[in-house]
């Protein structure tokens, strides 16, 4: 029942969220994204030989429905994760792939669900592309796999005609905050290839540019491979990805926002 499945909130210190619910023994759960009004979840979720899969679960009359595959392009694509809904609920963008190659698939509202998925006709989709999220004034952040870098492309009378490089010096999964003040990555400690992932933070500076990433420390990172960071819409929380189940599968851990203000401060 309640906001967040009625879990105890985290401080400073990440907890698993949800566990035997969201976080499931046994399959791999990563990409979190909340409505804005926090009524409807969006996860990504695979068990060994399956494909990947978008579950959801709203919050109707208090009570939470059983996750189930949302199936946002009806078939047309393989594999579906890392889902975002955008700042006014009206679009969820996604991750699809199949055998042609990876891209950015979109859906809009339409009354209580989402009408058929298609491919965002941008040239973000000119290269292999994963896990894309919205700024508050539209801008598309992504990452580039084929370069192996994060980009942004302008929103501009509601398309993407551009692509530009977001200038961040390391680092995947990039997470935009609303006003583009900062953005959680994943990566290697000091970019170190040895070593596990860790989410980190870089903060926009006043001529534009990104400070180097930030590690955001023990209470947040481990000696696991932390991935695939998201911010929830009211601000508080970080959602992020841990592999540290038995066999290498990631849970979904949650941790307060606090963190990120300390290191800005």
Known sequence: ?????????PGDSAVVFAPGIVS??????????????LKEIYFTGKRKGESSSIYFSKLIDNIWTDPQKANLSNGKKKDEMEAFVNHSGKRIYFTASDSK??????????????CDAVKLDSPINDDMVFYSNEAENGDLFYKNVSKGKM????????????????GIEYGSHG???????????????ENDKTK????????????????KPI????????IFNETCPSI????????????????GIPNIYWVSTSIIKKLKE
């Open 196 to 211: 596990d992932k860790d989410i980190h933070v870089c903060f926009k500076k006043k001529d534009g540019a990104w400070t």
């Open 24 to 37: 499931v023994n046994g399959r791999f759960e990563f990409g979190v994204s909340f409505t804005p009004d």
């Open 232 to 247: 929830s819409p009211d601000g508080k929380y970080i959602f992020f990805s841990r592999y540290d189940e038995e066999g």
């Open 175 to 189: 997470f935009i905050s609303p006003s583009q003040d900062f953005m959680l990555v994943d990566a290697k400690k």
């Open 215 to 222: 590690n955001l420390g023990s209470k947040v990172n481990s």
């Open 1 to 9: 029942k309640g906001y967040y499945f009625n879990q105890i909130l």
């Open 101 to 114: 190659g990876v891209e950015i698939w979109y859906a809009t509202r339409s009354g209580g669900w989402w």
């Open 151 to 166: 980009y942004y492309a302008p929103k501009k009378n509601g398309k993407f005609p551009e692509i530009f490089e977001a």
